[in-house]
């Protein structure tokens, strides 16, 4: 049986699932919102428009779901946000609203999301993503699988994050980050594969190898991006990580981020290759 408590206010026409918790003083005034098995709502959520959150995901108190972008261009038109299975949605966390018509805010499975992080118009959110408190995407950012957006970072407007990457606390991202990397600093540069991340991912150490040069070959070589595509296709082994890398690194529309010179990290891919 799902529970509601007395002094919240759920539109009728809310569609609700089995085992659904909804806490004190919150607020769900549309009849367009759909919440799925075992959604966890605490105290004093508020969530507008069109919502749907799926099943044993988990809202904190104070977090706000679906609420009018801020995007002045907003006409009042119908969008969506989606929220995928198993999230961790904690205090005070802002998810708005897309912006065009029939577009969505998508967030994948498995995210936690930590208090003061924020969700702005048309972003797309992988699986397994961390954002830390009071990371701020911007609108229509997209975020891959498996990436840690450290504390207070901004990502800039139309940017992608690729799989796997780690973005350190405080960055300034003003440019796309290449999968598998580690990338801080204002404005954030990259400086090393995202060697522990690919580790505990289960990555193999040939795979590991093969990115380290590709990296090297993108960032070290002195090439020029066609002439490093190149020689990544020549003399690397085809893997749906190498392609990944080449698809992203050609078509960044603001290019990709630059390359650190002096950083802790910047021997690792050498160790990789022997």
Known sequence: MSRIHKTAI???????????????????????????DGVEIKS????????????????????????????????????????????DIREYVSINSSCGEGTTVSIGNNCLLMPYSFVAHNCTVGD???????????????????????????????LRIGDHVMVGGGAMVAQDIPPYTLCSGDRAEV?????????????????????????????KSGLRWAEAKEQILETIPQSDQIDNWIEFCSTAKKGIAKYRKKSQGQGTEKSLLG
């Open 10 to 36: 759920v539109h009728k026409k809310v569609t609700i699932g089995k085992d659904v918790i909804i806490g004190p003083y919150c607020v769900l005034d549309s009849p367009d919102i759909i919440l799925e």
């Open 44 to 87: 004093h959520v508020v969530i507008e428009g069109h919502v749907h959150i799926k099943k044993g995901t988990k809202i904190a108190s104070y977090a706000s779901i679906g609420v009018a972008t801020t995007n002045l261009s907003f006409k009042g038109e119908v969008t969506f946000v989606v929220i995928g299975e198993n999230c």
């Open 128 to 158: 397994y993503v961390i954002m830390t408190n009071g990371a701020t995407l911007a609108g229509r950012v997209k975020v891959g699988n498996y990436v840690i957006l450290g504390g207070l970072c901004a990502i800039a407007q139309w």
């Open 191 to 219: 400086s090393s594969l995202n060697i522990v991340g690919l580790k505990r991912r289960g990555f193999t150490p040939q795979l590991q190898r093969n990115l380290a040069k590709a990296f090297r070959l993108t960032y």
